[in-house]
Structures are given as structure tokens and as C-alpha cells.
């Protein structure tokens, strides 16, 4: 379980990095008007964002899909696995 500790701390500190961005976001929309600031920003909230999702998700299939020890995991064949990998890519990367 330290493992799963460490994943969350990194999870978190992504979090807290993401907050941030948002934070300076409110900053320059109350105290400039700079749309060239805001667009950066924002892109680089969205990129933390992207970035904190795809790591849940490896993190999801790794531990929930592949794992024959975790409780959810079902003896599936190939296709039935590769059919719920993107399953869950559609739904959270739309």
C-alpha cells in the first residue's frame, strides 16, 4: 500500500499546482485586462488537467482492469478488455 501513497501524494500535488494556475487565472482577469495572459493560463490549467487525467486513468486500468488480485477484476478475454479500455477512454477524454 506505501505505493498507492505515493500515487496520491503525486495526485495532490498535481491538484495543488492546478489550483494555482487558477488562482493566477483570477488574478489577471481582476487585476488586467489581458485576454494573450488569460489564454496562456488557461492553457496551461487545461494541460494539468490533462495531464491529472490521464494518470488517473493509467492508474485505473493498472490497478482495476489488469490486476487479477483487486476485487473488481473479471477474467475477461482480450477483446472483451480492449472493448472496456475504450469504453473508458470515451467516457473521460471526451
Known amino acids: 500500500m ?14 495543488k499546482r492546478i489550483q494555482g494556475q487558477m488562482e ?5 482577469l481582476t487585476e488586467k485586462d489581458d485576454c494573450a ?12 488537467i490533462n495531464g491529472l487525467m490521464a494518470e488517473v486513468l493509467e ?4 490497478l482495476h482492469l489488469l490486476n487479477p488480485g483487486h476485487k473488481d477484476f473479471k477474467t475477461e ?9 475504450v469504453d473508458i477512454v470515451r467516457a473521460y477524454l471526451k
Do not use: F, T, W, Y
Not at 495572459?37 to 494539468?48: I, N, T
Not at 492508474?59 to 493498472?62: A, E, G, P, T, V
Open 2 to 15: 506505501p505505493e498507492l501513497s505515493k500515487e496520491r501524494v503525486k495526485l495532490r500535488n498535481r491538484i
Open 24 to 28: 493566477a487565472v483570477d488574478r489577471v
Open 37 to 48: 495572459d488569460v489564454l496562456m493560463l488557461l492553457a496551461a490549467v487545461r494541460g494539468g
Open 59 to 62: 492508474d485505473h486500468i493498472r
Open 77 to 85: 478475454s482480450a477483446a472483451e478488455l480492449a472493448d472496456d479500455l
